[in-house]
């Protein structure tokens, strides 16, 4: 292992109670692959975490979000032959679509609004982290 991920992102909430999901495209292959997960990605180096979150959602969304309160941190270690092969830590808001279109990064295949309501309908093609942030953030 070389070093702890922090991962900063977004559970993005818009004017119609719906959530905002992306899905990596299959070619960037990695630990979420295949799953719906919440706008974020990397922390930068000298980069404050709220900056973060509004940059990663913007490079992956292209859309401008208000950030209206922070959930509580949590991790993921992932152990590979016994070794451990990816240590994330994730810190998270709840956010509040300001504006921008919804315009899909390169590294992005797909975006999904989802109604808040028929988040259990699509429960087992989240990843399993991004069920954990939203038992979190209270939206299921």
């Not at 679509?97 to 989240?126: C, F, H, M, T, Y």
Request: glycine share 8%; hydrophobic share 40%; proline share 3%.
């Amino acid at each position: 292992m070389s070093c702890i991920l922090i991962a900063v992102g977004a559970v993005i909430l818009d004017d119609n109670d719906r959530i905002l999901l992306v899905r990596h495209k299959k070619e960037r292959g990695g630990y979420w692959q295949g799953k719906w997960i919440c706008p974020g990605g990397a922390l930068e180096l000298g980069e404050e975490i709220k900056e973060g979150i509004r940059r990663e959602v913007r490079e992956e969304t292209n859309l401008e979000i208000e950030l209206v309160r922070p959930l509580l941190p949590f991790d993921r270690i992932v152990k590979t032959n016994k070794e451990t092969s990816l240590h994330v830590i994730y810190i998270d808001y709840v956010a509040k679509l300001l504006g921008g279109e919804l315009k899909v990064a390169s590294d992005v295949g797909e975006a999904l609004w989802v109604k808040k309501r028929n988040i259990p309908k699509i429960w087992q093609e989240l990843h399993w982290d991004t069920q954990r942030l939203l038992e979190t953030a209270g939206v299921v």
